[in-house]
């Protein structure tokens, strides 16, 4: 791992000095103008008021986004190892018709 480097990130009109490896820059900007875009929406809507709220209610709805595609992917990865044992049945299947057909 490289050395951290101080990396300035801009979220609701406020600029922030966050340190983190040259490698994972590029990531953190991402989720930085994602969390931006998420907070600016909430305070557009005018439902919520405050920096702190508003940081909160952003907070919890990643946390929801992140706990929806966490069980997504928990559902198709049991999906998939439902569809290989259905075919590993079929392939014995069909091997056991194979064997009595060449009788």
Same mark, same amino acid.
């Given at each position: 791992m490289s050395k951290p480097q101080t990396v300035d990130i801009h979220i609701l009109d406020k600029?922030?000095?966050?340190?983190?490896?040259?490698?994972?820059?590029? /990531?953190?900007? @991402? +989720?930085?103008?994602?969390?931006?875009?998420?907070m600016r929406t909430i305070r557009g809507s005018g439902s919520v008021i405050g920096l702190e709220r508003?940081?909160?209610?952003?907070?919890?709805?990643?946390s929801y986004d992140? /706990?929806?595609? @966490? +069980?997504q992917a928990s559902s198709s990865s049991s999906a998939s190892e439902d569809l290989q044992r259905l075919d590993q049945k079929l392939s014995q299947a069909l091997q056991g018709l194979e064997?009595?057909?060449a009788f």
């Amino acid at each position: 791992m490289s050395k951290p480097q101080t990396v300035d990130i801009h979220i609701l009109d406020k600029e922030y000095q966050v340190s983190c490896p040259p490698e994972e820059r590029d /990531a953190l900007m @991402q +989720a930085a103008r994602h969390l931006d875009e998420r907070m600016r929406t909430i305070r557009g809507s005018g439902s919520v008021i405050g920096l702190e709220r508003i940081a909160v209610m952003a907070a919890l709805n990643l946390s929801y986004d992140l /706990a929806n595609a @966490q +069980a997504q992917a928990s559902s198709s990865s049991s999906a998939s190892e439902d569809l290989q044992r259905l075919d590993q049945k079929l392939s014995q299947a069909l091997q056991g018709l194979e064997q009595t057909s060449a009788f």
